[in-house]
C-alpha cells in the first residue's frame, strides 16, 4: 500500500540519485563524491555610491555558501526540480518570472484612477528565514495543492528538506562553519524555499487575514524584492505599512528602513524601481517604463577582441537592444537609450556599423512582451542528476 510505494521510491531515489547501494552502503563510483563546500564573498557594488568607487574603497559582501559540492545536492537537485520548483509556481501566488512577466503584471493594472507605486526590500532574508518557518509553509503549501501526496512521501520529502538545511556547511581555510540562523543562500533548495515561506507570511499578514486595504490595487514580488500599485492617500499608506511591519517581526522578518528607500511611496508620475525596470502611471499618458541602469554598472560587455565566432557578438548586441525595446515604453526615449547603448558596445571594440544596422532592425519590430512557453514538457522521471565535483573521472582525467 501507501508504505510500500514510499519505500520503493526512496530505494530508487537513494540509489540513482544519491548513491546508496542496496547493502545500505555508498556507492564508490566518482560522480557520487561529494567535494568541498565553501564559502566566498558577492560583491555588493550596487550599495556603494559611485563617487567613492577607488582604489581601496571598502565593498560590502554577502557570504554565499556555495552548496554545489555539498553532500544532499543530488538529492537537492531531485527533489527541487521535480517537486519543489512546481509546487512554489502554484503556490506563490504574487511571483513574477522576469521582467517581461513584471511588464505584462504593469500593463493588466486598472488605470482609471490615479495611481501611486511603492517597493520594499526584506532585511537579510534568507539570514531571517528560521527552519522551523520553512517547514510549517512546505507543509501547509503541499496540503493546499498536493492532496494525492501520502502522508508517508509528504514525511520523506520534508525529512529531505531537513537534511539539506542541516548539511549546510562550508569550509573556510581549515575550519568548518555552518549558518547560526536562517538558511544558505547557496543551495538548490533556497530560492523554492524562501518563495514558498515569503508567500505564506504574506498571506497570514496581509491577504488572508483580512488586512488587504481597498487603496491596494495590487502587489508583486520577485524573492525579496517587492513592489505595489497604491490607490489611496499618503496617510492610509503609511498606516499600512507600520501595521505590516509590525506583522512581519511575529515571523521573524523585517523590510529595510526608510532612509534605504524602502517603504517609500512615489506619487503619480514617479518612477519606481522594480527589477531592471523604472514604472510610473502618469496622469496624462498612463503606463511609462523605462530601463534601470544602475549607476554603479560598468555596462562592459564581451570584447569584440576575443575569440568567439562571429555571430555570438552580434547576439549580444541582438539581446541587449530587444531587451530595450521590450522594456522602454516610449519610442523617443527608446531611441537615446540604444544610443547610450550603442556607446558602451563602441567602448567595447564593436563596429558602429554593425550596432547601427541591428539598432535598425530592432526599431522596425514591433514591442513583444509575450511569454515564449516552451512546447515541449518535462519528462517525468529525472533521467540524469550529474554532479561535476573535484572527484569526478572527467576531472581527475583531465
Partial sequence: GEDDEYMELDRDVCYNVVGICESGRPSTRPEFKPGIPYFYGLLKVHKVDKSNLSHGAI?????????????????????????LQPLQVEF??????????ALRWLQDVDQSQPLS?????????YDNLSPMLIIESLRIAVAELRPDW??????????????????????????????????????????SLANIAV???????????????????????????????WAGTYRGFVKWSEFVNRQLALFGLSIKEKEDLSWKLNPPGTFTTFLDIKYS???????????????????????????????????????????????????????????????CFVNSGYPPGLIDNIIKDVISRKRNLASNVSKSTRPNEVLWVQTFGPATSDYISL
Fill in 59 to 83: 565593498i560590502p559582501l554577502r557570504l554565499v555558501n556555495d552548496l554545489s559540492q555539498s553532500p544532499t545536492t543530488r538529492s537537492d537537485k531531485y527533489i527541487s526540480w521535480k517537486y
Fill in 150 to 191: 501520502t502522508s508517508g512521501f509528504v514525511d520523506w520529502l520534508l525529512d529531505l528538506v531537513n537534511l539539506s538545511l542541516n548539511s549546510a556547511f562550508g569550509k573556510h581555510g581549515r575550519f568548518w562553519y555552518r549558518n547560526l540562523k536562517g538558511i544558505a543562500t547557496g543551495g538548490s533548495l533556497s530560492v
Fill in 281 to 343: 502611471f502618469d496622469q496624462d499618458v498612463g503606463l511609462v517604463t523605462d530601463i534601470n541602469i544602475k549607476p554603479t554598472d560598468a555596462q562592459v560587455y564581451l570584447n569584440f577582441s576575443s575569440s568567439h565566432p562571429c555571430h555570438v557578438f552580434s547576439s549580444v548586441v541582438y539581446s541587449q537592444c530587444l531587451r530595450y525595446k521590450r522594456i522602454v515604453s516610449n519610442g523617443v526615449t527608446l531611441i537615446r537609450r540604444l544610443q547610450e547603448l550603442k556607446s
Fill in 117 to 125: 507605486s511603492f517597493t520594499w526590500d526584506f532585511v537579510s532574508l
Fill in 199 to 229: 508567500f505564506y507570511v504574506l498571506r497570514c499578514v496581509i491577504f488572508d487575514s483580512g488586512n488587504v486595504p481597498e487603496e491596494l490595487v495590487s502587489m508583486k514580488r520577485f524573492v525579496d524584492d517587492v513592489t505595489g500599485i
Fill in 92 to 101: 506563490c501566488q504574487d511571483l513574477v518570472k522576469d521582467s517581461s512577466d
